[in-house]
């Protein structure tokens, strides 16, 4: 699910020249000689489909890579990313020496993307959890994203009785986080698990993954159990196929 970009077609649209790949192969020498080694070398090549309709290797780059590659490129066409950047980064060392402002970043992305404020609030509180959560992990022995998935998987599978890759499916998720795509109640559930799960890892001083596992499915449990209760007593299943993916658009037939 990883994006990867043709080199020669976007230096092609921003630069305009008539010969891209000219183009592109002094700019990997110039690039090599200012030290930027590593991103020529991350510039791999790849099959795409050519102008002729044929397959043909072409030198390809990832979203960051392409980023580093734009800000090296001399042209009034590029300007309008490169201050883009600018504007991120500065927005990032400003979220360093308040984290407030990011979390009201967060908010407006997550509004203009139409979620409701109500649902918004949750999420945030939701990220807020996890922080905390991880927080906890951190110092008492989880070191790799394999870990976090682990120990992540243990809350979920109690909590759902799915882990994550299992949930995404349902929801018809790819690459998209799981939790934007939950309802209320499934947030709720969530929250409920990772912050049981913090306590019980804070109360037991838990050391080490063995440990720390058994607090995730422990703390998973008790959200578990709290969602069958729900079911229960509703009747409704709180585990949901709903997601926030684009609907498609239904052509309607012209009028004869």
């Known amino acids: 699910e990883k994006w990867y970009f043709s080199v020669v077609d976007v230096l092609e649209v921003l630069t305009e020249s008539k010969n891209p ?146 949930y995404k499916k349902h929801k018809q998720l790819k690459k998209q986080n799981l939790r934007d795509h939950m309802t209320d109640l499934e947030l709720i559930i969530t929250m409920l698990g990772e912050a049981t799960t913090t306590k019980i890892t804070h109360d037991r001083d838990s050391r080490g993954m063995p440990k720390l596992q058994k607090d995730a499915k422990d703390g998973g449990a008790v959200a578990g159990r709290t969602r069958k209760d729900i079911e229960n007593q509703t009747g409704v299943k709180v585990i949901s196929g709903e997601n926030y993916l684009p609907r498609p658009q239904v052509k309607k037939n012209p009028k004869k």
């Not at 590593?38 to 290797?57: F, P, Q, S, Y």
């Not at 139409?114 to 922080?131: D, M, N």
């Open 21 to 166: 790949a000219v183009y592109w192969r002094v700019l990997k020498k110039r690039l090599q000689d200012e030290g930027a080694n590593e991103t020529v070398t991350k510039c791999n090549g790849l099959k795409m489909r050519a102008m002729d309709g044929k397959m043909r290797l072409t030198d390809v780059a990832d979203t960051e890579t392409m980023f580093r590659l734009i800000q090296s490129i001399p042209s009034p066409k590029a300007e309008p990313f490169k201050r883009w950047l600018a504007r991120v980064g500065k927005e990032r060392l400003d979220e360093i020496e308040n984290p407030e402002l990011g979390m009201r970043r967060t908010k407006a992305l997550y509004e203009k993307k139409g979620y409701p404020k109500e649902w918004v609030e949750k999420r945030l509180r939701g990220i807020a959890v996890r922080q905390k959560l991880t927080d906890e992990w951190d110092g008492r022995g989880a070191q790799t994203d394999s870990d976090y998935a682990i120990l992540t998987n243990e809350i979920m599978t109690g909590a759902f009785d799915m882990d994550v890759e299992h």
